[in-house]
């Protein structure tokens, strides 16, 4: 279901060639041949990278998959599997789903014959009624970003096998540290390793790994002639930020929990989302099949208005208002503004992402500050916006 500490820091070889417990940075475009066509392995770098190569292997490992590819960016690594599709093929999709994925299917594939439809996947019902026989991949993100959504991974893997479509699960939010998709039935798993996987803010990367190999050479394939690469040096980034993950994940964890706790039980807040509360709508699901719920918390105030919640993300000093998540420090967003604003505003709606819904990615300090810090905010939000000061008290 998940992996270790130990498995995390020992997927990571030692160098053959010098021992170096560090994996080495090859920072090079070409590769001298022997002889045209012979060589060590590597001819240019975009096709391969000894660096780009120890980060494919680790991620499959602690995938359980067989073929890890590495993408300059999430997105790159989710428009490498869209091209596994062609005109006329049918994604089925959840409707909670990133912003940015929503407008690469939307505005992207969409035009060149790709179909989309959006469901509420935590039931599985509504993926059974809504698979047809053009349907071709199945993509969910469990939890979802950024309501928190769970679907049931092996339900839904069943599904997709009984009507011979793909799987594939967005595992940004878990990782491998809590939650091991293929295990479960799925056919792909894709990261955006920007987050938890690198998880100092520090790059931008994309990473999928695939069950079968046909599969994962297909997409060796796309990224080989499309180009989207991940360079060496924010391959090694991934690699170093994988060997603390263990350690990071856990404490995510236990303030994230804390955090929402606190929110639950705030006269500002009208509702929590963390699949660690006993009262979220999939917390049997969550608690199956993964090994913990994550670090990421959102809610939504009673004071259901954009302008509640700007004048909380406004006033925190811990939690600092940015795009991304899954880093060492504090964050916060208001999707509806920020990351999902590029979904139509009642599809937005719909899904739960609520006008005064606020994200956090509860980081690494200590959690008394954080909880401290949101309450000031409460606070202070209530004495920028003198409309907002009734939900406060």
């Known amino acids: 279901m998940s992996v270790n500490a130990t498995q995390l820091i020992h997927s990571i070889p030692v160098d053959e060639l010098t021992g170096a417990i560090s994996v080495p940075i090859y920072q090079t475009s070409t590769y001298v041949q022997e002889s045209p066509g012979v060589n060590k392995g590597y001819d240019y770098a975009r096709t391969g990278n000894p660096t780009r190569a120890t980060l494919e292997a680790i991620i499959a490992k602690l995938e359980q998959g067989s073929t890890g590819i590495a993408f300059g960016s999430g997105l790159a ?13 049918e994604i089925v999709a959840v409707d909670d789903i990133y912003g940015g994925a929503f407008r690469l299917f939307t505005h992207v594939y969409e035009k060149f014959g790709i179909s989309v439809k959006y469901v509420d996947t935590t039931n599985t019902n509504n993926v059974f009624e809504a698979v047809s026989e053009k349907t071709k991949l199945i993509w969910i993100e469990t939890p979802t970003n950024p309501t928190l959504k769970v679907s049931d991974i092996e339900a839904i893997a069943k599904i997709a096998k009984a009507n011979s479509c793909l799987l594939c699960v967005d595992n940004t939010f878990a990782s491998p540290a809590l939650q091991q998709p293929l295990t479960l039935g799925a056919d792909i798993v894709v990261h955006s390793a920007t987050k938890y996987l690198g998880g100092h803010s520090d790059l931008i990367a994309g990473l999928v790994v695939t069950k079968e190999k046909e599969i994962g050479e297909k997409i060796k394939f796309i990224q080989n002639a499309s180009g989207a690469i991940l360079a060496p040096f924010d391959s090694w980034l991934v690699i170093r930020g994988i060997e603390t993950l263990g350690l990071r994940i856990q404490q995510h964890c236990r303030n994230a929990q804390a955090v929402a706790e606190f929110l639950e039980t705030h006269p500002a807040v009208e509702n929590v989302y963390y699949p660690g509360l006993k009262t979220h709508i999939n917390h049997d699901i969550a608690k199956k099949q993964s090994k913990g719920f994550g670090g990421i918390v959102s809610f939504t105030l009673k004071n259901d208005t954009a302008a509640a919640a700007t004048a909380v993300v406004t006033n925190t000093q811990y939690f600092k208002l940015a795009e991304s998540l899954g880093g060492v420090k504090s964050l916060l967003c208001h999707p509806a503004q920020m ?47 003198e409309e907002f000061s009734n939900a406060i008290v």
């Open 77 to 89: 690594a989710i428009d490498a599997v869209l091209k596994l599709l062609k005109s006329g093929d």
């Open 339 to 385: 990351t999902h604003k590029s979904i139509p505003a009642e599809k937005r709606k719909a899904a739960g992402v609520a006008d005064s819904l606020i994200r956090l990615s509860v980081g690494l300090e200590e959690v008394q500050d954080l909880i401290i810090d949101l309450e000031n905010a409460f606070s202070k939000a209530a004495l920028v916006k």
